[in-house]
């Protein structure tokens, strides 16, 4: 069994011909390597594919032909998507569509390295943390939606397709029910037995107009697959992680 979680995971990555090189060509070898060798194939996809959530988030295998990514990135993993469905692979491997992934050891992701290990490092820095202001009117700022995953669900589910070869196509990852930045940090501050305090920041032109400020999977597919496992809540899954590994500074 291969499970390829290996990719440049920029958003902000705008070199074209080294995302098509690292996302698309070698994930592109590794399943056919793994087809011919009758080897499973379970690999990272990403909630990236579906830019600004006009098309909905339908893990459905044959909506990813008509996505539109809001970056390079997504469009590196839905490009991988949808070879792997043209050649008739994805009826024989399983798509990780990954939400907002954090959690414990992400220290080598850098700049990609999630917003509540950012906040922590801030916290621990200034005491305060800095948060975007909205420039969507039906957004309050630091009120922008997104779903954030705890890596030990991530885990879990994956587990459930290795466990349960027959499964295979696209499936989100992800809790089902979005949250808010402003609520993360809340979470992060409690964790640290620390008032809130939030700094609204102007965000950067190069970003402003490629910003999601709305994902939330569709787990329903995964659930009728059979997972019944209950997700982290954010509190919770924050906790764990700021008490647990951030403040004993716990590595690998």
Same mark, same amino acid.
């Given at each position: 069994?291969?499970?390829? @979680?290996?990719?440049?995971?920029?958003?902000?990555?705008?070199?074209?011909?080294?995302?098509?090189?690292?996302?698309?060509? *070698?994930?592109?070898? @590794?399943?056919?390597?793994?087809?011919?060798?009758?080897?499973?194939?379970?690999?990272?996809?990403?909630?990236?594919?579906?830019?600004?959530?006009?098309?909905? *988030?339908?893990?459905?295998?044959?909506?990813?032909?008509?996505?539109?990514?809001?970056?390079?990135?997504?469009?590196?993993?839905?490009?991988?998507?949808?070879?792997? =469905?043209?050649?008739?692979?994805?009826? $024989?491997?399983?798509?990780?569509?990954?939400?907002?992934?954090?959690?414990?050891?992400?220290?080598?992701?850098?700049?990609? =390295?999630? *917003?509540?290990? $950012?906040? *922590?490092?801030?916290?621990?820095?200034?005491?305060?943390?800095?948060?975007?202001?909205?420039?969507?009117?039906?957004?309050?700022?630091?009120?922008? @939606? =997104?779903?954030?995953?705890?890596?030990?669900?991530?885990?879990?589910?994956?587990?459930?397709?290795?466990?349960? $070869?027959?499964?295979?196509?696209?499936?989100? /990852?992800?809790?089902?029910?979005? =949250?808010?930045?402003?609520? %993360?940090?809340?979470?992060?501050?409690?964790? /640290?037995? %620390?008032?809130?305090?939030?700094?609204?920041?102007?965000?950067? @032109?190069?970003?402003?107009?490629?910003?999601?400020?709305?994902?939330?999977?569709?787990?329903?597919?995964?659930?009728?697959?059979?997972?019944?496992?209950?997700?982290?809540?954010?509190?919770?899954?924050? $906790?764990?992680?700021?008490?647990?590994?951030?403040?004993?500074?716990?590595? %690998?």
């Amino acid at each position: 069994m291969i499970i390829h @979680l290996g990719a440049c995971s920029s958003t902000t990555q705008t070199d074209c011909s080294y995302l098509v090189h690292n996302n698309f060509e *070698f994930s592109k070898s @590794l399943a056919i390597y793994a087809d011919e060798n009758n080897v499973r194939f379970i690999y990272a996809s990403s909630a990236a594919t579906y830019g600004d959530g006009e098309k909905g *988030f339908d893990d459905n295998d044959q909506t990813s032909e008509n996505l539109i990514p809001l970056n390079m990135y997504g469009y590196s993993k839905q490009m991988f998507d949808n070879w792997m =469905r043209h050649t008739g692979l994805l009826d $024989k491997a399983v798509a990780c569509k990954f939400f907002n992934v954090f959690g414990p050891n992400e220290y080598h992701k850098g700049s990609m =390295r999630s *917003f509540i290990l $950012k906040s *922590f490092e801030q916290i621990k820095e200034t005491g305060k943390v800095k948060l975007f202001k909205s420039y969507n009117p039906d957004y309050k700022d630091g009120e922008m @939606l =997104r779903d954030f995953v705890y890596v030990k669900d991530v885990v879990q589910m994956i587990m459930h397709f290795v466990d349960n $070869k027959e499964l295979h196509g696209i499936y989100n /990852m992800g809790t089902g029910k979005a =949250r808010n930045w402003n609520d %993360l940090v809340k979470a992060t501050f409690n964790a /640290m037995s %620390l008032e809130t305090n939030i700094e609204y920041i102007e965000m950067p @032109l190069s970003i402003r107009n490629q910003y999601q400020y709305f994902t939330e999977a569709k787990i329903d597919k995964i659930r009728a697959s059979g997972y019944d496992k209950p997700t982290f809540t954010l509190e919770e899954a924050i $906790k764990d992680y700021v008490q647990n590994y951030l403040m004993k500074n716990e590595r %690998l």
